[in-house]
């Protein structure tokens, strides 16, 4: 569990405010409510579903000065960065240049997702196994590299793209097509400007995210995440329609302690060098190869949807990590994760992810707790996580691609699969999707 051993104070009933208003900071709030220290928690600008343990505030999380405000104003003791925009606006630098405990990295720091050419330049002088690539500004002559290597091969946008910005292309036409989409048609403004053109990895994909406050690293448990809209990992890349923790095969070859070493320690060594701090999440994106671990991707904050499978099987405290880890303390902290597993499901909005079609009525069944208890027993859990919902005169609708994240809890992951599943046909909008194979792909 997480135990403070430190002999540090955490107010009583501290304030903290979660920013954002996706699945993961759902996820956030529902385990921060949990602790025993009953923190005082808002959400900007959060979601109908959080309502029951947090206050929402009317505050866009890309909005940063309102928030700085807001968290001066009402003496929040500690700031909760959620989704990647806020971090890429600075809003752990302001945190800090108005003395606002915060939980996030610095913008700098936050390059390793805001820019994927900073994050290759760091990786490959830190010596860091990751995918040969090339950087291009012009859309021709990342075309004839293309060419020249051909396919399979990836092409990145370099900046932030709602997760939207990584074509895996099976042909070189494909590549070429999504080239011309970033630097031709523009499809990712600013974001797409530059594209980072990789080498294919052949292999399995997990996630691991990892405590750290620039110092001490403390990995979580490992996830899978699955990207592609449909079954078999076929169609557009999302921002993510499922995921499991753990991931047996990489638990059991202790590959956690592997990525450490070989990964997120040269990374942090290599960030210090150029006089960054990194303090917050760091996430790998990992590819599982014959030759060991390769990043794909690194994110500067909890994944989506990883953080709904990875936060409820911490044992312990969440206020308390994310506390030690802001204070710079996080040696004093000590974590441990529930001998069970999670699997979540996201239920899509019709024509996701391209354009999604919002505003209908979602209908809930009263008791989801019952269907998780029917299929393993009183320790088994249902959490429905909303992702992209609000209410208009009462009635809850959706307002989002991603619509809901749906998380079973149980013994085993097939247990858990077998909650998720039963709890994600039982809740109806019109045009419901979601994929029918998460958490059948074990090995790494």
Not at 6 to 32: F, M, S, T
Not at 227 to 246: I, L, Q, S, Y
Not at 386 to 397: D, F, K, M, S, W
Request: charge should be negative; hydrophobic fraction near 45%.
């Amino acid at each position: 569990m997480a135990n403070v051993t430190g002999g540090w104070n955490i107010p009583a009933r501290p304030k903290v405010l979660v920013v954002g208003g996706g699945a993961r900071e759902h996820a956030l709030v529902w385990k921060l409510a949990q602790s025993p220290r009953r923190p005082v928690l808002y959400a900007a600008p959060g979601n109908p579903g959080m309502r029951a343990w947090a206050q929402t505030v009317e505050i866009g999380a890309g909005d940063v000065e309102a928030l700085i405000r807001f968290a001066a104003r009402e003496h929040i003791d500690l700031v909760v960065a959620g989704p990647e925009l806020p971090l890429s606006l600075g809003l752990a630098d302001m945190c800090s240049d108005a003395g606002i405990r915060v939980f996030g990295p610095t913008r700098a720091a936050a390059q390793v997702e805001t820019s994927k050419a900073f994050a290759k330049d760091v990786m490959c002088r830190a010596g860091v196994p990751t995918a040969r690539y090339e950087v291009f500004t012009d859309a021709e002559a990342a075309k004839r590299h293309v060419r020249a290597c051909g396919a399979p091969i990836v092409v990145k946008a370099d900046g932030l793209a709602a997760g939207k910005g990584v074509t895996v292309a099976k042909t070189v036409a494909e590549a070429c097509a999504a080239i011309d989409d970033a630097l031709v048609g523009g499809r990712f403004g600013e974001a797409g400007r530059r594209v980072v053109v990789e080498s294919y990895l052949r292999g399995t994909e997990v996630s691991l995210m990892c405590f750290v406050d620039g110092e001490t690293v403390l990995p979580m448990i490992s996830a899978r995440d699955h990207k592609r809209v449909f079954d078999g990992d076929e169609g557009p890349n999302t921002g993510g329609m499922g995921a499991f923790a753990p991931v047996p095969a990489f638990a059991a070859a202790g590959m956690e302690a592997v990525v450490v070493e070989r990964i997120v320690r040269p990374t942090l060594r290599e960030l210090a060098a150029r006089g960054i701090r990194y303090q917050g999440v760091l996430y790998a994106g990992l590819m599982m190869t014959d030759d060991g671990p390769y990043v794909v991707e690194f994110n500067a904050r909890f994944g989506d949807p990883e953080a709904e499978v990875v936060l409820p099987l911490l044992d312990g405290d969440l206020l308390e990590v994310l506390w030690a880890t802001a204070e710079g303390r996080l040696a004093d902290v000590a974590v441990a994760w529930r001998n069970a597993a999670a699997v979540c499901v996201v239920l899509a909005a019709p024509g996701y992810p391209e354009a999604p079609r919002v505003g209908s009525a979602i209908t809930m069944p009263a008791s989801l707790a019952d269907l998780a208890a029917a299929e393993d027993g009183p320790a088994s859990q249902v959490v429905v996580f909303h992702a992209g919902t609000r209410e208009v005169a009462g009635q809850l609708v959706t307002a989002g691609g991603r619509v809901l994240t749906v998380t079973g809890i149980g013994r085993s992951l097939e247990a858990a699969r077998s909650i998720a599943y039963g709890a994600a046909e039982s809740i109806y909008f019109e045009g419901k999707h979601f994929r029918r194979d998460i958490g059948q792909t074990l090995s790494i």
